[in-house]
């Protein structure tokens, strides 16, 4: 069973360019969530996609988006990109996202922006 | 809020030596905690959860169990090995969603030989 698959691994950017990244969760699984992981801030939550709809949302400005497509895979996008938002970008998956369905992790995309 | 505080790395330890990483808690509510371990250029995986209070959670020799009233959930190991080293989030949910994780900052762990 093939795991979660996020593309590109790597992405340099400038600063106000826009980028995309997508992520493929497991055959199967209709919950997508996004992480943003920083040395300064650690792992925090972006959002979560269920069914083509954002269930959940943490805190992080209007710049960052995502979508959710019929076949579950997820995009997200950053707008006028900041130094700041240099991270690495981790997407994971489970079968309903509920409270006690395991959650599986892909490798990540590495954002550099310039 | 909700949050997750645990201990700062790293840690370095012996081959065959006991682990403990400490891990506690706040939130509103009775969260499910988690165990998740991340090894160098690797996404997280799951090494162990517990959705109750006095729940134990293991694998791998790995355990840690839920104690409500010390909102504490710390990670054990009686004789860690090299392959153990890796660095450690411990988290909790919220919200009841998988979704709402919410982490610690991580404990880098280095065994040595």
């Known amino acids: 069973k093939a795991g979660v698959t996020q593309t590109p691994r790597y992405l340099i950017k400038t600063r106000g360019q826009q980028v995309t990244l997508s992520c493929s969760p497991i055959s199967g699984h209709r919950s997508v969530s996004w992480y943003q992981q920083t040395p300064g801030q650690g792992l925090q939550f972006l959002f979560e996609?269920?069914?083509?709809?954002?269930?959940n949302k943490g805190n992080f400005p209007g710049r960052f988006s995502g979508r959710q497509f019929s076949n579950s895979r997820s995009e997200m996008n950053v707008s006028t990109l900041e130094l700041g938002d240099s991270a690495l970008y981790l997407c994971?998956?489970?079968?309903?996202?509920?409270?006690?369905?395991?959650?599986?992790f892909g490798q990540g995309t590495r954002l550099t922006v310039v | 809020g909700n949050s997750v505080t645990q201990m700062e790395g790293p840690v370095t330890l012996s081959e065959e030596a006991f682990l403990t990483i400490n891990c506690t808690y706040t939130?509103?509510?009775?969260?499910?905690l988690f165990w998740y371990v991340q090894y160098p250029g690797e996404g997280l995986q799951l090494l162990l959860k517990a959705t109750k209070a006095d729940d134990k959670g293991s694998n791998k020799g790995f355990e840690a169990t839920y104690r409500k009233e010390t909102t504490s959930f710390h990670l054990e190991k009686g004789s860690v090995q090299v392959s153990d080293s890796a660095v450690y989030f411990c988290?909790?949910?919220?919200?009841?969603?998988?979704?709402?994780?919410?982490f610690g900052k991580g404990t880098k762990l280095s065994v040595k030989p």
């Open positions: 988290a909790q949910n919220y919200g009841g969603s998988q979704g709402n994780l919410i």
């Open positions: 939130a509103t509510g009775y969260p499910s």
């Open positions: 994971a998956s489970s079968s309903t996202g509920g409270w006690n369905t395991e959650a599986f």
């Open positions: 996609y269920f069914s083509e709809t954002q269930r």
